[in-house]
Structure formats: C-alpha cells, structure tokens
C-alpha cells in the first residue's frame, strides 16, 4: 500500500474517530444538559404563571374589605373573677378533650390588671402524643375567645414506664376579659 494512500486513510480514520467521539460526547452530556435546562426553563415558566395567580389572589384580598372580629368574640366572658377562671378551665378540659390530651394538672394564676383589660391564667400540665398535643395547643390558640399561651414546656416523661410515644407539656395559657374603666 502506498505511503500516500496510508496517510489519507490515517487522517480519515482520526477525522472519523474525532467525529465518533464528539457525536457520543454530545449525546452521553450535552443532550442531557440541554433536556435539563429546557425542563428548568419550563418549570420556571410555570412558577411565574403560579407566582402570578397568587399576586392576582392577594391583591383581591387585600381590596376586599374584611370584618374584623369584635371584641366579644376575643374577651372571656365577664363575671366574678372565679366565674371567668371556671369558663377558661372549661374550655381548656373540653378542648382536651376534643385532642385527646389527658391533663394532669390546672393550677389558676393570679389575676393581672393592664390597662381596661384583666388577664386570667392558668398553668395546665398534660401528657399526650405529639400529634394530639400539636392539635390542643392549635385549638386552644385559634379558638375563640383568643387565649395566648404565654410558655410552653414539652419533656419526655417523667416516669420511665410512660416512655412511650407520649409527652408531658406544662404550659401558661392567658385569656383576658373587659374591665369597662379606663
């Protein structure tokens, strides 16, 4: 064979290999990276449209005048001082209750004066699972009348026979009711 056609049939065979392997190169990575970065751009696309509907929809709430809850619905009811804690520990029983927390403990706090407003508390020890807890503390705070919870402990428990998925909370909640004098 001549050394002419040999050099020829060299570079054609390099040529073709470089090709062969720019050709595997773009199908094993840059397709793939192009396949991701279409998806990016398409997913973007969608949370704009989505960041979108949610301005739209925030916008119309904030211009839809909303009623704001009275006073009536956020105060304990009034009375004696003992009438206003045993509505508040009522409704601290009757929403342990609904959770299935069993309290062991509810212990009045003294009565705090601020303002027109009287604040009664009581410090509530209870025993639970997590979920159950979660859902007490939720009702308890998102209930009406408002009551806060000023503090709130959690710790397993206290005996070790008990050490099963349950927990023990100690926690202050605090209502508050209309004085009427400034």
Do not use: Y
């Amino acid at each position: 064979m001549p050394a002419s056609l040999q050099r020829s049939l060299s570079k054609i065979s390099a040529v073709t290999l470089l090709v062969a392997s720019l050709w595997l190169l773009a199908n094993a990575v840059l397709l793939p990276l192009l396949a991701r970065l279409a998806d990016a751009q398409d997913q973007i696309v969608e949370e704009r449209r989505l960041l979108g509907a949610l301005m739209r929809e925030a916008r119309q709430l904030t211009l839809t005048p909303s009623t704001p809850a009275s006073d009536g619905d956020l105060l304990l009811p009034t009375g004696s001082d003992a009438a206003v804690m045993a509505a508040l520990q009522s409704r601290i029983d009757s929403t342990a209750a609904k959770t299935s927390v069993s309290l062991t403990s509810v212990q009045p706090r003294d009565v705090q004066a601020q303002g027109q407003l009287q604040f009664f508390a009581l410090q509530v020890a209870a025993t639970g699972s997590m979920d159950a807890l979660q859902a007490f503390l939720h009702a308890v705070e998102s209930g009406r009348p408002a009551l806060i919870i000023r503090s709130l402990d959690l710790a397993p428990p206290a005996r070790m026979r008990d050490a099963g998925a349950l927990l023990d909370m100690r926690i202050e909640v605090v209502g508050a009711v209309a004085t009427g004098s400034p």
